[in-house]
């Protein structure tokens, strides 16, 4: 404000949105838009994941899921039903998408959903429970998903497996659950590798200290071997498409790699070295991956921080109020 005039000058700054934008990120740290801000339909959108192919997104966006197709920038929604739709995933051959729903149906279950990603037909329901389900990955062959389920007798988070059969493509069926090797900690995040051989999973106390990521055989027979391959606070692993490496979340949240080998019997990690000094944004749900390695293995799709440099400036708002002090003056009482 100017004494002299009278003159008040009030500026504010407005920021948009709010939310983590979905960028692509390379091993620089570069970050490159992914979705138009004009797609008001996915500005809240979260765990993303990218067709084999690479040519779509999967998104979650406010409880229904969204297939945004990144070449022709077209966005159809799948799922129009109110529940809280999560976890999409897709199957291997790009024409249907698995996901959980975390409210239960009018039996009171919890379920595993088949869709078409075309958002052609209706969801059909793979497997149901009285637990919420979280559907995290599926084998390249099609034919084997991945879910979390709380375990029972208090033994935390567990990862269990449903057997499909394929014979009818649009209209598949499932078979009895299975757990995949208990141990006495809890499990969460399960991926498949690239050859279907390995599952790498994340083992944590559920305490709030981290976990740490581990890779066991599938099928998991008793006497299998088990190899750590991070630290504490490790997180949602994803597998290169095309090399011997294992990506992961480390509690900086920050993108490691993991190059590694392999025979019929043992796995063989080299050690973790950080993929990209980009740090993402990480959700406040711990069940929400923020990150997709695309099929060439060179970027990922992931949730950017808020204060990346792809997060548009701050609008600026400003005031400008003449002869204040008469205005002050007229709206003082008299005495």
């Known amino acids: 404000m100017s004494p002299g005039t009278g ?3 009030h500026a504010s700054a407005v920021k948009p949105g709010g939310v983590a934008p979905i960028a692509w990120l390379d091993s620089a740290g570069k970050l490159q838009p ?4 004009s797609i008001s339909a996915l ?10 192919d690479g040519n779509r997104l999967a998104l979650a966006v406010a409880g229904d899921l969204f297939v945004h197709d990144l070449q022709r920038g077209t966005v159809t929604r799948l799922t129009v039903d109110g529940a809280l739709n999560r976890h999409p995933v897709w199957m291997p051959d790009g024409r249907h998408i698995v996901y959980g729903s975390n409210n239960p149906t009018s039996d009171g279950e919890f379920g595993i959903w088949w869709i078409r990603s075309d958002g052609a037909g209706q969801p059909e329901k793979l497997s149901g429970e009285g637990t919420p389900l979280q559907v995290f990955s599926i084998s390249p062959d099609g034919r084997t998903i991945a879910f979390v389920r709380m375990g029972k007798e208090d033994r935390g988070f567990e990862i269990w497996t449903i057997a499909l059969d394929l014979n009818d493509p649009d209209h598949p069926k499932s078979r009895k659950p299975e ?29 709030g200290l981290g976990g ?14 088990r190899w750590q391959v991070s630290g504490n606070g490790a997180k949602f692993p994803v597998w290169s498409r095309n090399r011997r490496e294992l990506f992961y979340l480390n509690s900086d949240n920050r993108i490691m790699v993991v190059r590694s080998t392999d025979d019929e019997h043992s796995f063989v990690p080299e050690k973790a070295m950080q993929w990209s000094p980009a740090a993402l944004f990480r959700p406040t749900n711990n069940a929400l991956w923020n990150l997709d390695a695309a099929p060439d ?10 204060e990346s440099k792809n997060e ?5 708002h400003a005031t400008i109020l003449m002869n ?8 003082l009482p008299s005495n």
């Open 43 to 52: 500005l809240q959108a979260e765990t993303p994941r990218l067709s084999p």
């Open 34 to 37: 992914v979705v138009s801000p």
């Open 179 to 207: 757990p995949f090797g208990r141990e006495s900690l809890s499990q969460v995040d399960p991926a498949f590798s690239a050859d279907g051989r390995w599952i790498a999973y994340v083992s944590t106390t559920g305490a």
């Open 312 to 316: 548009k400036p701050a609008t600026v």
């Open 7 to 9: 003159i008040l000058l």
């Open 324 to 331: 204040f002090f008469d205005e002050l003056r007229r709206r």
């Open 297 to 306: 293995g060179r970027r990922f799709v992931v949730l950017a921080p808020l």
């Open 212 to 225: 740490q990521i581990t890779v066991r055989p599938f099928p998991a027979a008793p006497s299998a071997g």
